[in-house]
């Protein structure tokens, strides 16, 4: 293979369009996974602005772009997944057919080892080195917003109509219920991630919007606009006012869901069920095939989805030392994590103790 590796700011122009061309005809040739916006140059990039070691590495065949692969390199040759933490979609970005041998692949861009979280299904070099599967629920509005609100209808009638029927009641209790699909005031993105950083603490979780770079990044891709990559905040208003928003990616076939928050005050009328109806709408009638929640396990995914995709887990190495400790110091805190998170018996009173902390936490 003909690997060169860039940094992000060498990247030239004629192959940040092959792969922009790549994702968009991803559909076409029957891998509409790799349109996902976290596998686009766009988030790369940005994520190259905000962390240090990240490079992308090109596969030429007979001279031209024939699959891209982002990621983060340490200076031992420790490789993460770009955004590793905060991307729901992570691997490489090919030609229909392309077939790579991933330990060439990983000489080529001096790694011993590379760790991923959220591998796009297909990737059949990297996912032989997966250590686990998980689900990601999907939303398909790709035949428009009336089929999909039948669909989840006939599967959770229920759940359909009390959602709908909270909607309603909003707007009698609470004032005129605007919805706005791409928000563009800076003040509302603020609000969002303020929500968002309360709802960690008070579940017990670790405040994203307390480490710099992922601020910096969300503010980043707010102001990315390219064809067909953007950042887009949804924002539920109320009389006016912010009850509900969300910041996500969009290509030009795929909504990444990524930031969901809400006010607790409007917790009774489920804001953040009725802004994700809303943004289904919308999506669909931007000709959007269907929104991704990521990989996760809630309540409020379960009820949206219509079928699910699949992402791995795991490390691809080589025989290399560095690879061997790498693995070693990550492999018992990942499988901790995945066995509380899949057993109810273990999850539920892990998550009360973090609510609890949440609780005292917020008091001080």
């Not at 940005?46 to 340490?74: K, L, N, S």
């Not at 998980?134 to 609100?149: I, R, T, W």
């Not at 919007?209 to 707010?222: C, D, E, K, R, S």
């Not at 069920?273 to 409020?300: C, P």
């Amino acid at each position: 293979m003909d690997i060169r590796v860039y940094r992000p700011g060498d990247l030239s122009a004629a192959d940040r369009a092959a792969w922009t061309a790549l994702q968009s005809k991803a559909h076409l040739n029957g891998s509409p996974e790799l349109a996902n916006p976290f596998l686009s140059p766009e988030f790369a990039l940005a994520v190259g602005r905000t962390r240090r070691g990240v490079r992308i590495a090109v596969v030429y065949e007979d001279g031209e772009p024939a699959a891209f692969f982002p990621f983060q390199r340490t200076t031992a040759g420790v490789g993460r997944a770009v955004g590793l933490g905060v991307s729901d979609c992570q691997g490489l970005v090919h030609r229909p057919g392309f077939s790579w041998d991933a330990h060439e692949l990983l000489r080529a861009c001096g790694l011993a080892v590379w760790e991923f979280d959220h591998l796009v299904e297909g990737q059949k070099p990297f996912e032989a080195d997966a250590s686990g599967t998980f689900p990601s629920p999907v939303m398909d509005v790709d035949q428009g917003y009336e089929a999909y609100l039948g669909r989840l209808r006939a599967r959770s009638p229920k759940f359909t109509r009390t959602t709908l029927a909270k909607e309603r009641k909003l707007g009698r209790d609470a004032g005129k219920v605007r919805y706005v699909h791409d928000e563009r005031d800076p003040a509302a993105l603020r609000t969002l991630m303020a929500w968002k950083s309360a709802q960690y603490r008070r579940t017990g979780r670790s405040d994203r919007f307390a480490h710099p770079w992922i601020t910096q990044l969300v503010q980043q891709l707010f102001h990315t606009r390219s064809e067909p990559f953007a950042g887009i905040l949804s924002v539920l208003y109320a009389d006016e006012r912010p009850i509900a928003a969300h910041f996500g990616l969009h290509t030009e076939r795929v909504l990444a869901c990524w930031f969901p928050a809400y006010d607790p005050e409007f917790a009774k009328y489920s804001p953040g069920l009725v802004l994700h109806l809303r943004m289904a709408e919308a999506a669909a009638a931007e000709g959007i095939a269907y929104l991704d929640l990521g990989r996760g396990q809630k309540e409020y995914k379960d009820s949206l989805k219509t079928r699910e995709l699949s992402v791995s887990e795991g490390w691809v190495t080589r025989r290399h030392p560095v690879a061997f400790g790498h693995r070693a110091r990550r492999a018992p805190v990942r499988a901790l994590r995945n066995a509380v998170l899949s057993r109810p018996e273990l999850f539920e009173p892990a998550d009360r103790i973090l609510k609890r902390i949440g609780k005292i936490r917020s008091r001080d």
